[in-house]
């Protein structure tokens, strides 16, 4: 089965400190895509951050960014300076490169503490 | 530009009974994709469309179906509700042929009773 797994159902970062998310995939395909999504109280899906996975360089977009190990099929997010809007659930998500149907985890929940 | 918009946003339908959910993608994309989710199962695809066709479905009985219109905006129906399919639904839109991210409505929240 093509998954992704989130084995951290929640995690706690105190404001203005780091904090790695974790994510692991299963795919037999070589041309794919993965991302992180936010999802705050308003439920609304907000991209964090996305990677390419024929690209060997970690995407970043500011305080977020991700380390990729295509070999191991892990995807963790790291939140830099943490804030306390990044408080929300975090998906990980992947899917195969020329469809959208993307395959989620389960979903982190971030707090974070003032 | 407006985002994805979901009609109705709460619904309240009773079990046996069917439900049509509305979405209106991103102006100028031409992909939708639903999702299901619900706090046991988490996030999962329903159906995508891609003018007019779908392109790919997800593991869901036949109750659930859906279309897309010429002008992209989607629809997906609910055929003799049941209790577990109490969910938030989620549409997203793609600007189909760059393989960039899909972008989400705020869902509608189904309620079976």
């Known amino acids: 089965a093509q998954t992704v797994t989130q084995s951290q159902p929640e995690m706690s970062v105190q404001e203005a400190e780091t904090v790695t998310l974790s994510c692991t995939y299963d795919t037999s395909e070589s041309d794919y895509y993965l991302f992180w999504y936010k999802q705050p109280p308003s439920r609304q899906m907000i991209l964090v951050i996305r990677?390419?996975?024929?690209?060997?360089q970690n995407a970043t977009e500011n305080r977020f960014s991700v380390n990729f190990q295509k070999a191991a099929k892990s995807f963790s997010l790291k939140i830099s300076d943490s804030q306390l809007g990044d408080a929300a659930m975090y998906f990980c998500?992947?899917?195969?490169?020329?469809?959208?149907?993307?395959?989620f985890g389960t979903g982190t929940r971030l707090k974070v503490l003032a | 530009k407006a985002g994805v918009t979901q009609t109705p946003r709460y619904l309240i339908k009773t079990r046996g009974q069917q439900v049509t959910l509305s979405c209106s993608p991103i102006?100028?994309?031409?992909?939708v994709s639903w999702y299901q989710q619900t706090p046991g199962q988490g996030l999962q695809f329903l159906f995508e469309?891609?003018?007019?066709?779908?392109?790919n479905k997800g593991n869901f009985p036949g109750r659930f179906s859906g279309r897309q219109f010429s002008n992209s905006r989607s629809e997906m129906n609910v055929s003799t509700l049941e209790l577990g399919d109490s969910a938030l639904y989620l549409c997203a839109s793609s600007l189909y042929g760059v393989n960039t991210e899909a972008f989400f409505g705020q869902g509608t929240r189904l309620t079976v009773v």
């Open positions: 469309y891609f003018s007019e066709t779908q392109r």
């Open positions: 998500a992947r899917c195969t490169s020329g469809t959208y149907k993307y395959i």
């Open positions: 990677q390419e996975a024929y690209k060997q």
């Open positions: 102006s100028g994309h031409r992909s």
